[in-house]
């Protein structure tokens, strides 16, 4: 496709001088010379095998096939001068960098995030994830949202952000065909985890007053989204902390079989480094102003 460009210097020489029917005047706007811009057309239309230009002595006048021309080039132009303004803009606005890890990203970031672009368009956000322990001399970040403070670069203070619970979910149908009534009627089910929280069923289990069993079928995934997609599909049970099931159960796709048992997790905490940015604190300010709203929602 690339290939089968025309000369781009010269089809913008065209545009000037179709838009002013006068190569003189081309040549002032585009700032070389009357024989430059003559180069450039005759080389234009020697590319595409037409004459675009009809040469009297003191104007050019358009041709049928150069008018024809003319009007998807300068559309093509104009779309070109309105992408490249649009990013630079997006390019000059001030950004902030946010590090969380993917699931936590993708199940409760993300869709929160549109509601902080309505209320502050002048402000860019990026979010960066990992699971790896945050260090802002590595990773040149503004904010780091994890769970528990373990790890923590020294520069950073944890500061409590919101509290969560480990919750027993699954599909409405799978539920229907092998009901859950207590923690005895797990055996018959396939118990779905995530790598990084393989110990969750025992110490969930532990919690309750029962031991489980490390021989139990069970499969693992390597995010909690990807846990929850099987859960909806009638894959298994799943345990999920609450923050990250965004409305799986409201909308109905997953359903919490024992709502009494829900065991504490470590509460999630933010940072900021220290060099803390006016924009950083906006962002600051918004989501715990919006953690508030969400809990106030939340039945």
Request: aromatic content about 6%; glycine content about 4%; overall charge negative.
């Amino acid at each position: 496709m690339i290939n089968s460009l025309p000369p781009l210097n010269a089809v913008r020489a065209f545009a000037v001088a179709a838009r002013h029917q006068s190569f003189s005047l081309a040549a002032e706007e585009l700032h070389v010379s009357h024989s430059a811009v003559s180069r450039h057309i005759k080389l234009l239309e020697e590319h595409l095998g037409v004459l675009l230009f009809e040469r009297r002595i003191r104007q050019s006048v358009l041709t049928p096939a150069g008018q024809h021309f003319y009007q998807q080039v300068n559309a093509g132009l104009s779309q070109i001068a309105h992408a490249a303004a649009a990013l630079k803009r997006q390019a000059s606005l001030p950004t902030v960098k946010i590090n969380v890890r993917p699931s936590f990203a993708m199940l409760w970031l993300t869709p929160r995030l549109e509601d902080f672009s309505a209320q502050h368009p002048d402000i860019q956000l990026q979010v960066i994830t990992q699971t790896q322990a945050p260090d802002p001399a590595r990773d040149g970040f503004d904010l780091v949202i994890r769970r528990g403070r373990d790890d923590w670069a020294p520069s950073i203070e944890a500061r409590a952000l919101f509290e969560d619970e480990l919750l027993l979910v699954a599909a409405p149908s799978l539920i229907e065909q092998l009901p859950i009534e207590d923690l005895d009627s797990l055996g018959g089910h396939t118990l779905l985890t995530v790598k990084a929280r393989r110990e969750d069923w025992h110490n969930w289990a532990m919690h309750f007053g029962q031991h489980q069993s490390a021989t139990r079928v069970t499969r693992q995934f390597d995010h909690m989204h990807r846990v929850l997609e099987a859960a909806v599909e009638g894959q298994g049970i799943a345990l999920c902390p609450t923050s990250l099931l965004g409305t799986h159960l409201s909308s109905g796709r997953l359903i919490c079989p024992l709502p009494g048992l829900r065991m504490p997790l470590p509460r999630y905490y933010y940072g900021v480094v220290p060099e803390v940015t006016a924009h950083t604190q906006v962002f600051v300010e918004w989501l715990i102003a919006r953690i508030a709203a969400d809990a106030d929602a939340s039945p």
